[in-house]
């Protein structure tokens, strides 16, 4: 053994303690840790001392390199960011200040290790200001090595800095930046990871799934870091949360549990980052429906994100935020209330209370809980406040907009004004339309059975609010105005945008039974599919991607004409799109179900039965049993073979 160790049992004053004195460095494993406490009034843990620790060694010696870059107080206080230790890292970069003239290239460095820390403590104003003398320091300090790089950074977190603001393109257009610079691979990898970070934020999961791909391949594959580097755990956690948005819960799963094993080796017990991956674990097991595991994670979370910051941090609002929707579902009003009106006050007195899109998601689960206790006038009020919040905000939400609407239509019902309810349950289709498409999410089938329920109701009372209804939902001229005007204002060279607007078009005028301006939108999706083939505009991947929706989109036009054969030639043509992709696509179970309802209509039952019956075992790998589609397949795949046994029973068909 390189480093000795010796029993100390005959120096000792109790000497039945058989103590063992270990040099200093020494290391061990641990391998199994049992609690006692019940029994024998303590832990017992069971440890192997090891002479070398070969995944400790290694990452031990990467983080040495990463934080011996200047050979100064600025590589401790980077250190001490890292280890969330704020306020020592703070008072060595003033101490720096005090003593370092502004043409130093030390400068630069201060001010932007002043602005990680001001930011992390949720003082975006500060991180800003700091971040502003930085890049302003490297702009006009050219001659200085690694200028650019510096530069790059710099504009990496003024992007986090608007991000926090919700100044969602104001932050893209920094991070872009920094990318156009040609950052080092190091920093790239960064860089991708706060772009995916602002595109989760605007609500494209899809995109931010892309960019936090291409952060951990940089890290795997090019820097090659250690297993138990803390990046490694961060970019696990990202797109764990990314899979958990996405309904991918068991690939979340198995990203975060991931992250966690390497946190748990690599870092300290008290970590923001750790805190980050059991809220994300509480988030995704809250879908899986296990409850008490979603509130043990998210008590974790809270308990680590307590002891790091102060009692205005907008992520202890985030922890509050999510128990309440976790206390929810446990039917707790009484903790869900508390936890929930706990969230929007730490919110409101953060600096992230300009992030009017968050604070309007508080206010909405606030509007839900005093729904669900029957305190309509307060839920109301709630439901208002999260509205013009979000109507206030310059990126579109139109997710969260559907679901306040909704929340608007539940509490007129519960009122008894079953004509507003109608009339907010419409606007939740209305915004949940567009959302659905891009998303390829079931909201809006759930929006429709909701509002069905409430017609019915209106039915039993007014035949004359259900005509003035009829006549409103089919009118959809202002939707198409609207989007025909955002295509004319979207620029030429924005081709993954005009396609998409193309696409929400002819679905719209589809439902209107407008086919003819159907079949112009899909001729100008296809000359602009066509002329973009090789273009340093998009991707081949991006363009088949929006092209496999369209393709569906349009299929499904001519399924109500009846018009079959060209149904079929659509379907099977966005079927082909998506098989051509590496990862699979969410719309292929509802292209294959299509094709079996196609095929019936044809008359070619046995491809109609292979076609529902690959549905299914492809919604089996990834659907639980009682999700609404695995239902609705299952159920009207049972329908079909009703009627064919009695269209054979009758003798209108023959079996073959």
Same mark, same amino acid.
């Given at each position: 053994?390189?480093?000795?160790?010796?029993?100390?049992?005959?120096?000792?004053?109790?000497?039945?303690?058989?103590?063992?004195?270990?040099?200093?460095?020494?290391?061990?494993?641990?391998?199994?840790?049992?609690?006692?406490?019940?029994?024998?009034?303590?832990?017992?843990?069971?440890?192997?001392?090891?002479?070398?620790?070969?995944?400790?060694?290694?990452?031990?010696?990467?983080?040495?390199?990463?934080?011996?870059?200047?050979?100064?107080?600025?590589?401790?206080?980077?250190?001490?960011?890292?280890?969330?230790?704020?306020?020592?890292?703070?008072?060595?970069?003033?101490?720096?200040?005090?003593?370092?003239?502004?043409?130093?290239?030390?400068?630069?460095?201060?001010?932007?290790?002043?602005?990680?820390?001001?930011?992390?403590?949720?003082?975006?104003?500060?991180?800003?200001?700091?971040?502003?003398?930085?890049?302003?320091?490297?702009?006009?300090?050219?001659?200085?090595?690694?200028?650019?790089?510096?530069?790059?950074?710099?504009?990496?977190?003024?992007?986090?800095?608007?991000?926090?603001?919700?100044?969602?393109?104001?932050?893209?257009?920094?991070?872009?930046?920094?990318?156009?610079?040609?950052?080092?691979?190091?920093?790239?990898?960064?860089?991708?990871?706060?772009?995916?970070?602002?595109?989760?934020?605007?609500?494209?999961?899809?995109?931010?799934?892309?960019?936090?791909?291409?952060?951990?391949?940089?890290?795997?594959?090019?820097?090659?870091?250690?297993?138990?580097?803390?990046?490694?755990?961060?970019?696990?956690?990202?797109?764990?949360?990314?899979?958990?948005?996405?309904?991918?819960?068991?690939?979340?799963?198995?990203?975060?549990?991931?992250?966690?094993?390497?946190?748990?080796?690599?870092?300290?017990?008290?970590?923001?980052?750790? %805190?980050? !991956? &059991?809220?994300?674990?509480?988030?995704? /097991?809250? #879908?899986?429906? @296990?409850?008490? =595991? *979603? +509130? $043990?994670?998210?008590?974790?979370?809270?308990?680590?994100?307590?002891?790091?910051?102060?009692?205005?941090?907008?992520?202890?609002?985030?922890?509050?935020?999510?128990?309440?929707?976790?206390?929810?579902?446990?039917?707790?009003?009484?903790?869900?209330?508390?936890?929930?009106?706990?969230?929007?006050?730490?919110?409101?007195?953060?600096?992230?209370?300009?992030?009017?899109?968050?604070?309007?998601?508080?206010?909405?689960?606030?509007?839900?809980?005093?729904?669900?206790?029957?305190?309509?006038?307060?839920?109301?009020?709630?439901?208002?406040?999260?509205?013009?919040?979000?109507?206030?905000?310059?990126?579109?939400?139109?997710?969260?907009? %559907?679901? !306040? &609407?909704?929340?608007?239509?539940?509490? /007129?019902? #519960?009122?008894? @004004?079953?004509? =507003? *309810? +109608? $009339?907010?349950?419409?606007?939740?289709?209305?915004?949940?339309?567009?959302?659905?498409?891009?998303?390829?999410?079931?909201?809006?089938?759930?929006?429709?059975?909701?509002?069905?329920?409430?017609?019915?109701?209106?039915?039993?009372?007014?035949?004359?609010?259900?005509?003035?209804?009829?006549?409103?939902?089919?009118?959809?001229?202002?939707?198409?105005?609207?989007?025909?005007?955002?295509?004319?204002?979207?620029?030429?060279?924005?081709?993954?945008?005009?396609?998409?607007?193309?696409?929400?078009?002819?679905?719209?005028?589809?439902?209107?039974?407008?086919?003819?301006?159907?079949?112009?939108?899909?001729?100008?999706?296809?000359?602009?599919?066509?002329?973009?083939?090789?273009?340093?505009?998009?991707?081949?991947?991006?363009? @088949?991607?929006?092209?496999?929706?369209?393709?569906?989109?349009?299929?499904?036009?001519?399924?109500?004409?009846?018009?079959?054969?060209?149904?079929?030639?659509?379907?099977?043509?966005?079927?082909?799109?998506?098989?051509?992709?590496?990862?699979?696509?969410?719309?292929?179970?509802?292209?294959?179900?299509?094709?079996?309802?196609?095929?019936?209509?044809?008359?070619?039952?046995?491809?109609?039965?292979?076609?529902?019956?690959?549905?299914?075992?492809?919604?089996?790998?990834?659907?639980?049993?009682?999700?609404?589609?695995?239902?609705?397949?299952?159920?009207?795949?049972?329908?079909?073979?009703?009627?064919?046994?009695?269209?054979?029973?009758?003798?209108?068909?023959?079996?073959?």
């Amino acid at each position: 053994m390189k480093r000795p160790f010796a029993s100390i049992e005959h120096l000792s004053q109790f000497p039945e303690e058989e103590e063992i004195l270990f040099s200093v460095g020494s290391v061990f494993r641990i391998l199994d840790v049992d609690d006692r406490r019940a029994t024998d009034g303590h832990w017992l843990i069971k440890m192997v001392m090891v002479e070398n620790d070969d995944d400790l060694n290694e990452l031990r010696s990467q983080l040495d390199q990463q934080y011996s870059t200047y050979g100064n107080l600025c590589d401790l206080g980077a250190a001490l960011i890292a280890m969330n230790d704020y306020d020592r890292a703070e008072r060595y970069f003033q101490i720096l200040l005090e003593y370092t003239p502004e043409s130093n290239p030390s400068f630069g460095i201060i001010q932007n290790g002043l602005g990680i820390i001001y930011a992390n403590r949720g003082d975006y104003q500060k991180a800003f200001e700091c971040q502003e003398r930085a890049l302003k320091f490297w702009t006009q300090n050219s001659l200085i090595p690694s200028n650019q790089h510096h530069i790059a950074n710099t504009c990496v977190h003024l992007g986090a800095a608007y991000r926090h603001r919700g100044q969602f393109d104001l932050a893209l257009k920094y991070l872009l930046m920094a990318v156009n610079l040609q950052s080092p691979t190091t920093s790239l990898a960064f860089n991708y990871n706060e772009i995916a970070i602002t595109y989760r934020d605007k609500g494209d999961n899809r995109l931010a799934l892309d960019y936090f791909l291409k952060a951990l391949d940089i890290d795997e594959n090019v820097l090659k870091l250690d297993k138990y580097h803390p990046k490694l755990a961060t970019a696990y956690n990202n797109i764990g949360e990314i899979y958990s948005h996405l309904g991918a819960n068991d690939d979340a799963l198995n990203y975060l549990i991931h992250a966690l094993e390497i946190r748990l080796k690599g870092t300290v017990a008290i970590h923001t980052d750790l %805190a980050a !991956i &059991y809220h994300n674990l509480g988030v995704t /097991y809250l #879908k899986k429906n @296990d409850f008490t =595991k *979603a +509130l $043990e994670m998210h008590m974790k979370a809270l308990e680590i994100d307590s002891q790091i910051f102060h009692d205005d941090h907008e992520s202890l609002a985030m922890s509050h935020h999510q128990i309440a929707i976790v206390q929810l579902e446990l039917e707790a009003l009484s903790d869900a209330l508390y936890h929930a009106e706990k969230a929007l006050r730490i919110v409101l007195r953060s600096q992230a209370k300009e992030n009017l899109s968050l604070v309007s998601r508080f206010q909405y689960n606030l509007g839900c809980v005093q729904y669900q206790l029957d305190n309509t006038g307060k839920a109301l009020k709630m439901a208002e406040k999260a509205l013009n919040n979000l109507l206030a905000c310059s990126v579109e939400h139109q997710n969260a907009m %559907a679901a !306040i &609407y909704n929340l608007f239509s539940l509490i /007129y019902e #519960k009122e008894g @004004d079953i004509v =507003k *309810a +109608l $009339e907010y349950a419409k606007k939740a289709i209305d915004q949940t339309k567009i959302w659905a498409t891009r998303n390829h999410t079931f909201e809006l089938e759930i929006y429709l059975a909701r509002f069905d329920q409430l017609r019915n109701m209106e039915c039993a009372s007014s035949f004359t609010h259900q005509k003035m209804f009829l006549d409103n939902i089919s009118n959809h001229d202002d939707l198409i105005r609207q989007l025909e005007e955002e295509f004319q204002r979207t620029s030429s060279t924005d081709i993954l945008e005009r396609l998409q607007l193309i696409n929400n078009l002819i679905i719209i005028c589809s439902r209107q039974n407008n086919f003819s301006l159907v079949f112009k939108y899909f001729n100008e999706a296809n000359v602009i599919y066509s002329e973009h083939q090789s273009s340093n505009l998009v991707t081949k991947e991006q363009l @088949d991607e929006i092209m496999i929706s369209i393709f569906f989109s349009t299929a499904r036009s001519y399924y109500r004409q009846q018009n079959w054969t060209m149904s079929l030639k659509m379907f099977e043509k966005s079927r082909d799109l998506v098989r051509k992709q590496k990862d699979d696509n969410p719309v292929l179970l509802e292209i294959y179900y299509c094709m079996a309802a196609v095929h019936a209509h044809l008359g070619e039952i046995q491809l109609a039965i292979d076609y529902y019956e690959l549905t299914i075992s492809t919604a089996r790998k990834r659907l639980p049993d009682d999700h609404p589609d695995m239902q609705r397949y299952t159920v009207q795949f049972q329908l079909f073979k009703n009627n064919l046994e009695e269209a054979y029973s009758k003798g209108y068909l023959i079996r073959k």
